[in-house]
């Protein structure tokens, strides 16, 4: 028995789907009773939901009886500062209820899902492995930080006993609702996102992360972190390719590191009329601006036969099932 935490989010669903894939037992941990529409109904039949959320050690202790591991991929990615407490709480608090628990059960295994993030960000870039520590940094996000102080819980708890392994993924994207998340990406680029940057990060398909989890999950590997990186990408060429995907407007405001500091602006001013949040923050676009490539190399090494889907393929994919969905009103703009 394997428990998902944060399961009904993007990720942690995928990873459902793909431990159902091979015939594991599931019990997921939610907040919610409603089930992400954007996996087949058919992999809920075979999960064992436990209300609660990470937050909540009651529900976290009944969660984890009788299971031989836990991945913990509940988490809140938002780079928005109404948010930011929240997140801080969920990604720090909570990493830190879920590793005392299972030190208390005396959990055989977890998987932690953190985020290249965590592994820190400069402006002048390069190329990050996993030997890339963390420094202090205005280029690092709120999200960033909490990611970065949740994995110091993990590994407090591999140094009193855990096994397991953390995998930072980068920048993924997938099928899902986009109004959450990375998800948002594909929403912002079909509404018209006008901003382009020649920013480079890592980005990579939601269904090869939930792979690599399972698979690490099963491997004798522990007390080790890998990233999980697909392809490492412009913004600009990312925008584009999703544009192309739905057959919309390209972005076509170049906004250089000046006029992304006005650009985020005028996304705010915009939003406090529109009433949703705007598609630019100050944080996301410094992210935008650096020019930081991930190695995914050590991963590639320890799963022999693992592949990354090209993300010219992938993209369009999502695009397709992301305007099936807009038709059927399981999405809204």
Same mark, same amino acid.
């Given at each position: 028995?394997?428990?998902?935490?944060?399961?009904?989010?993007?990720?942690?669903?995928?990873?459902?789907?793909?431990?159902?894939?091979?015939?594991?037992?599931?019990?997921?941990?939610?907040?919610?009773?409603?089930?992400?529409?954007?996996?087949?109904?058919?992999?809920?039949?075979?999960?064992?939901?436990?209300?609660?959320?990470?937050?909540?050690?009651?529900?976290?202790?009944?969660?984890?009886?009788?299971?031989?591991?836990?991945?913990?991929?509940?988490?809140?990615?938002?780079?928005?500062?109404?948010?930011?407490?929240?997140?801080?709480?969920?990604?720090? =608090? &909570?990493?830190?209820? #879920? @590793?005392?628990?299972?030190?208390?059960?005396?959990?055989?295994?977890?998987? $932690?899902? *953190? %985020?290249?993030?965590?592994?820190?960000?400069?402006?002048?870039?390069?190329?990050?492995?996993?030997?890339?520590?963390?420094?202090?940094?205005?280029?690092?996000?709120?999200?960033?930080?909490?990611?970065?102080?949740?994995?110091?819980?993990?590994?407090?708890?591999?140094? =009193? &006993?855990?096994?397991? #392994? @953390?995998?930072?993924?980068?920048?993924?994207?997938?099928?899902?609702?986009? $109004?959450? *998340? %990375?998800?948002?990406?594909?929403?912002?680029?079909?509404?018209?996102?006008?901003?382009?940057?020649?920013?480079?990060?890592?980005?990579?398909?939601?269904?090869?992360?939930?792979?690599?989890?399972?698979?690490?999950?099963?491997?004798?590997?522990?007390?080790?972190?890998?990233?999980?990186?697909?392809?490492?990408?412009?913004?600009?060429?990312?925008?584009?390719?999703?544009?192309?995907?739905?057959?919309?407007?390209?972005?076509?405001?170049?906004?250089?590191?000046?006029?992304?500091?006005?650009?985020?602006?005028?996304?705010?001013?915009?939003?406090?009329?529109?009433?949703?949040?705007?598609?630019?923050?100050?944080?996301?676009?410094?992210?935008?601006?650096?020019?930081?490539?991930?190695?995914?190399?050590?991963?590639?090494?320890?799963?022999?036969?693992?592949?990354?889907?090209?993300?010219?393929?992938?993209?369009?994919?999502?695009?397709?099932?992301?305007?099936?969905?807009?038709?059927?009103?399981?999405?809204?703009?």
């Amino acid at each position: 028995m394997i428990l998902v935490t944060g399961g009904t989010g993007f990720l942690g669903a995928y990873i459902i789907r793909e431990l159902r894939r091979q015939g594991l037992p599931v019990r997921a941990l939610r907040r919610t009773a409603k089930q992400p529409f954007f996996i087949d109904p058919s992999v809920w039949q075979g999960v064992e939901w436990v209300d609660g959320d990470v937050l909540d050690i009651g529900s976290l202790e009944d969660a984890m009886q009788g299971v031989t591991g836990v991945v913990h991929a509940a988490a809140v990615v938002s780079f928005h500062g109404a948010d930011r407490a929240r997140m801080l709480q969920v990604n720090i =608090e &909570g990493t830190a209820n #879920v @590793v005392n628990v299972a030190l208390e059960n005396g959990m055989p295994r977890l998987l $932690h899902v *953190s %985020s290249v993030a965590a592994l820190g960000r400069t402006r002048a870039g390069g190329v990050v492995n996993e030997d890339k520590k963390w420094s202090e940094s205005k280029s690092n996000t709120q999200y960033a930080v909490s990611k970065h102080r949740a994995e110091i819980e993990v590994w407090r708890g591999f140094a =009193e &006993g855990l096994e397991g #392994v @953390v995998i930072n993924p980068s920048t993924i994207l997938g099928f899902g609702d986009w $109004h959450q *998340s %990375s998800c948002a990406i594909f929403r912002n680029v079909y509404k018209g996102m006008p901003w382009y940057t020649e920013g480079i990060n890592g980005f990579v398909g939601v269904e090869d992360v939930a792979r690599a989890t399972v698979q690490l999950l099963q491997s004798g590997i522990t007390e080790r972190r890998f990233i999980v990186n697909g392809e490492n990408w412009t913004f600009h060429r990312l925008l584009d390719t999703i544009a192309t995907g739905f057959g919309t407007r390209k972005p076509w405001r170049h906004a250089s590191p000046v006029l992304g500091e006005l650009a985020w602006r005028i996304e705010g001013i915009k939003s406090l009329f529109s009433g949703g949040k705007p598609l630019l923050t100050k944080e996301s676009a410094r992210v935008a601006h650096s020019r930081t490539e991930f190695d995914s190399s050590a991963l590639l090494e320890a799963l022999p036969g693992f592949s990354y889907t090209p993300l010219d393929e992938l993209i369009p994919v999502a695009c397709k099932l992301y305007q099936r969905a807009l038709g059927e009103g399981l999405l809204k703009v």
